[in-house]
């Protein structure tokens, strides 16, 4: 039995939040843990990773760290 192995899809700063909930939906739980709960904001089509870590007063660097973990 071939074990199935993921493609594993790197997130950057400039990648739009929209986008990046569309290929890690466990993400919601990442930025909501860091207080984002606008994410059914329409905003959040249009922000990218590190804009919204700086509107929020979060290291844009260590918020990617996190959600590339998943």
Do not use: W
Not at 18 to 36: N, Q, T
């Amino acid at each position: 039995m071939k074990k199935k192995i993921e493609n594993k899809k790197i997130i950057t700063k400039d990648m739009k939040l929209d986008d990046v909930l569309k290929i890690k939906e466990s993400a919601r739980y990442i930025l909501m843990g860091f207080g984002m709960h606008c994410l059914g904001c329409p905003i959040h089509e249009f922000e990218t990773i590190e804009e919204a870590a700086n509107v929020h007063g979060i290291d844009p660097d260590y918020l990617l760290e996190k959600l590339n973990e998943l």
